[in-house]
């Protein structure tokens, strides 16, 4: 069961801020060795951080053995009421660099109450007086981490960042959501309309729609989260990609079908045919977006596509 803060000793205190100032420092090597790759840089930013938590738990490990003795009970944030939750690092990879900025930013808020505290509880004046230099030494990191940016993240470096960040965005999310999307907009139009047309029944229509988007998005979430692991191509989770896959995918078929709830055949589809309209051309645009095509070559490409499956459709049900 967690304990009380205001129910520490300062042996306990002592401890707990020196497993405390580890557990920072790996995290910080943990957010360099993820960062590197891709935002070398940043990843020296949290190198040079590192250090500075290493030299802290050193002066703590002093001072406890000098009042305490060697032996240092294992105390952590998670059995003392009050400290947030941090997920570990490992888990929440790939690495956003964003995420981690602002996770460090919380870390070191944290810390700096949390020394801020103990130093109100220590009696000792030595402790008392190291309690209160690491609080302002933590508070000072806001500065220190700007320095370190400035020093290492140069305008040109920050464009790289930013260069790389928005290249794992497209391949992680963009890419695996685009596929999915195109695929259900595109391939589930032949069995909605020909449904339609062939029983001029707008419930007949919304049962093959839903159906076929459904299985189709099923069927792109297992296969592009079976079509590699990330490892090499750094298009990251294969579960991630599936999920985003699976449900662009259902999203762009059911977009059309559902019109078909209607129960006035001609009525519902009109509106599917304009929302089929909306979906092709919100594609081209997320193509030109991202993935720097020409809106009107990205625009002709899909519609040509688009409107050839949509006249099968057609001639089947009206067969």
Not at 121 to 132: N, V
Not at 162 to 185: C, N, T, W, Y
Not at 194 to 223: D, K, P, Q, R
């Amino acid at each position: 069961m967690a304990k009380n803060f205001k129910d520490l000793s300062e042996q306990e205190i002592l401890a707990l801020a020196i497993s405390s100032e580890e557990t920072d420092a790996r995290i910080y090597a943990d957010f360099a060795a993820g960062l590197k790759a891709d935002y070398a840089a940043t990843a020296q930013v949290f190198k040079e951080m590192e250090a500075e938590e290493d030299e802290h738990r050193r002066k703590l490990i002093e001072e406890y053995r000098r009042r305490f003795g060697e032996h240092i009970p294992l105390i952590r944030r998670e059995d003392v009421k009050g400290f947030v939750h941090r997920k570990p690092v490992w888990m929440i990879r790939p690495l956003g660099i964003k995420t981690v900025r602002r996770q460090a930013e919380i870390m070191e808020t944290e810390t700096r109450r949390f020394y801020e505290r103990a130093a109100g509880k220590a009696r000792d004046a030595s402790t008392r007086e190291l309690l209160g230099d690491l609080a302002e030494a933590e508070r000072k990191h806001v500065t220190l981490a700007d320095n370190l940016q400035r020093e290492y993240l140069t305008p040109d470096i920050k464009a790289q960042e930013e260069k790389a960040h928005r290249r794992l965005f497209v391949l992680q999310i963009v890419q695996p959501g685009l596929a999915g999307l195109m695929d259900g907009s595109v391939s589930t139009l032949a069995p909605v309309f020909a449904a339609a047309f062939a029983t001029h029944n707008s419930h007949a229509a919304f049962l093959v729609g839903l159906a076929a988007s459904v299985g189709a998005g099923i069927s792109m979430a297992f296969a592009e989260a079976a079509s590699d692991d990330g490892s090499l191509t750094g298009r990251g989770k294969p579960l991630l990609r599936g999920i985003v896959c699976g449900l662009m995918t259902a999203a762009g078929g059911i977009g059309h079908t559902l019109p078909y709830l209607i129960p006035e055949f001609r009525t519902a589809t009109a509106i599917a045919v304009v929302i089929v309209a909306i979906e092709l051309l919100l594609i081209s645009w997320i193509r030109k977006r991202y993935m720097d095509t020409p809106f009107l070559r990205a625009a002709f490409q899909v519609i040509v596509g688009g409107v050839l499956v949509f006249l099968v459709g057609i001639w089947i049900g009206n067969s």
